[in-house]
């Protein structure tokens, strides 16, 4: 079955950097666009980037753009991110998801992570 | 593109039904019909429950119903019960590779 692992998540102060990881199994990981989410505490869903199933094509949210950068690598079924200069608006659970389109499920996320939870204090 | 918007609360009785409505402007739904509503239990990721303004996942209950009129989306429970309570979020595909959220509705079974 799908599943995606999150890790990499943790306290950071302000102004620091942190890559966070995305371990997939269960699906051929290279045919399939991959998401980041993020809830902030006690909020919604923010959408963050995608990335598509070559790595080629990424494109993010104007919220977080200039600041996050979304990578895989295929050869570990490993999907990463990397937020710099942050801050406390940072602070939230970030989960992977995976693009359904190519199991017929067009622009949604059809599998999620269970998220890592990034902490932006001093 | 800001956030979709949605009701803080809804809230039935088991049974009953409850409609959650998710409204944006058209550059949100960006003229496609990649509406889709995922349920979420306190401390647990997200679940695909709606696609495609209407369409059900396999494994998903025929009582989650979705639909949309003009610029508002709706999800529709019917027969709640106790494990329909949870937090529910719409999302749109926006073209040109942006998702938008709603800010999500806390459903209470009475």
Redesign the interface.
């Given at each position: 079955q799908v599943q995606l692992v999150e890790s990499g998540g943790g306290v950071v102060q302000p102004g620091t950097s942190l890559r966070l990881s995305c371990a997939a199994s269960g699906f051929t990981f290279s045919n399939y666009g991959m998401h980041w989410v993020r809830q902030a505490p006690g909020k919604g869903l923010e959408w963050v980037a995608v990335i598509w199933n070559d790595g080629g094509n990424k494109y993010y949210a104007d919220s977080v753009k200039g600041r996050i950068t979304i990578s895989r690598d295929n050869s570990k079924n490993t999907l990463y991110l990397q937020v710099n200069s942050l801050r406390a608006e940072d602070t939230a659970v970030y989960y992977c998801s995976r693009d359904g389109g190519q199991s017929g499920y067009d622009y949604v996320f059809d599998h999620w992570g269970q998220g890592a939870l990034v902490t932006v204090s001093s | 593109q800001s956030?979709l918007t949605q009701p803080p609360s809804a809230s039935g009785s088991p049974g009953q039904s409850v409609t959650i409505s998710c409204t944006g402007t058209s550059s949100d739904f960006g003229g496609?019909n990649?509406v889709?509503w995922?349920q979420q239990h306190p401390g647990?990721?997200?679940?695909?429950m709606i696609?495609?303004v209407s369409k059900r996942?396999s494994g998903v209950p025929d009582r989650f119903s979705g639909s949309k009129s003009g610029n508002t989306a709706s999800l529709t429970v019917s027969g709640l019960q106790a494990e329909d309570e949870a937090d529910y979020?719409c999302?749109s595909?926006a073209g040109?590779?942006?998702?938008?959220?709603?800010?999500?509705t806390k459903l209470t079974v009475l």
């Open positions: - | 956030a496609y990649y889709s995922y647990k990721a997200p679940k695909l696609y495609e996942p979020f999302n595909y040109s590779n942006n998702w938008v959220f709603g800010g999500g």
